[in-house]
């Protein structure tokens, strides 16, 4: 009789014999219908690559932007008449199924989860990334779909506690608190000790308050900038409200927050810092030293373990459904995280 183990190994030996994996490809920017799912090569890992299959991967907002190679400046990174990655998706959670023969950081079988960054490819069964990737061991107390949104947590966690270095008693008010990255910012701005005003449509309201909001505007009847009451930190986690509209909004020496790259916001970001008190800060995450962000996630880490903060889940697809999810997440209604299961 064989031992579990014995036949998990027998398992992945088998996976480390197919050939060919199913994966969504797109090959022209455009439409939700330019991804399609095809048959293609399975990776095979480097000397310090690991081979992960995929267990759960995000369809995040950014990713219906890519597929449309927009904002038009990105596709300097992206192709600029084609996608340089036919693959999509960078959020992920699976398991190590081989290693190169220099890796010494993780091993077979271990569960891991992460963010492929600008190496995408997770729209697929199988991934190989470099093992100094931002990638760590799951938690065992979640699950694979719920460890995935990694990069939420990482962007929420990156603008409130590096930049605006958030302070207890202070008063914060998150626009889109219901998003991916809201619902996380709402958790972690109560972690440290905040006053947190959330604002989100109606149907939200109930959600928002159960992860920690101390106030709660429903902005289909309130606007935050006409209530007379001022924030030490502004959050416009969803990019719809201005820093003009926001600035009487603010204390003295506030800060405003944009999670949303655009040319006014860089131009109010670098006039600000020399020339006003009140800040305004945008910030690449995703661009940040590679030390600095898995420094940032073993903090996540530790929240997850402990079960302070949660990773909200809206929907679930799976792989052959991923127009219908990138379609989901075009319509702006999605609460938290669209997340495709796979394995």
Do not use: W
Not at 220 to 237: E, H, L, P, S
Request: hydrophobic share 40%; net charge positive.
């Amino acid at each position: 009789m064989k031992s579990n183990k014995d036949l998990m190994i027998q398992i992945m030996d088998k996976e480390l014999g197919k050939v060919e994996m199913k994966a969504i490809i797109y090959t022209t920017y455009g439409e939700p219908k330019v991804l399609e799912l095809k048959n293609v090569k399975t990776p095979q890992p480097k000397d310090n690559e690991v081979l992960i299959k995929i267990s759960s991967v995000v369809v995040a907002t950014e990713d219906p932007l890519q597929r449309k190679g927009k904002p038009y400046f990105a596709r300097l990174f992206l192709g600029l008449n084609k996608p340089k990655k036919s693959i999509l998706g960078t959020e992920f959670s699976g398991e190590v199924i081989s290693t190169g023969n220099n890796v010494t950081l993780f091993k077979k079988g271990d569960n891991i989860f992460g963010s492929a960054g600008s190496h995408f490819g997770c729209y697929a069964e199988y991934v190989c990334l470099p093992q100094d990737s931002l990638i760590d061991f799951k938690p065992k107390n979640i699950t694979h779909e719920e460890a995935a949104p990694i990069c939420s947590a990482l962007t929420a966690y990156n603008f409130l506690k590096t930049q605006a270095k958030i302070q207890e008693g202070q008063k914060i008010l998150i626009n889109g608190a219901s998003g991916s990255v809201g619902s996380i910012a709402v958790q972690l701005a109560k972690l440290y000790g905040a006053e947190v005003t959330a604002v989100c449509s109606t149907k939200n309201l109930a959600l928002v308050k159960s992860l920690g909001a101390d106030i709660v505007i429903d902005y289909t009847i309130n606007d935050f900038t006409k209530n007379n009451r001022q924030y030490d930190i502004i959050f416009d986690v969803s990019g719809k409200r201005s820093f003009k509209e926001c600035k009487n909004s603010l204390t003295s020496n506030g800060i405003y927050l944009n999670t949303v790259i655009s040319f006014s916001v860089l131009f109010q970001t670098m006039y600000t810092k020399i020339l006003s008190q009140r800040k305004v800060i945008f910030s690449a995450t995703g661009l940040q030293n590679i030390r600095k962000r898995k420094a940032n996630m073993k903090e996540i880490i530790a929240f997850l373990e402990e079960g302070k903060i949660k990773t909200i889940i809206d929907k679930r697809y799976r792989l052959e459904d991923i127009i219908d999810a990138h379609k989901y997440v075009e319509s702006g209604v999605k609460i938290g995280n669209i997340v495709i299961n796979i394995a």
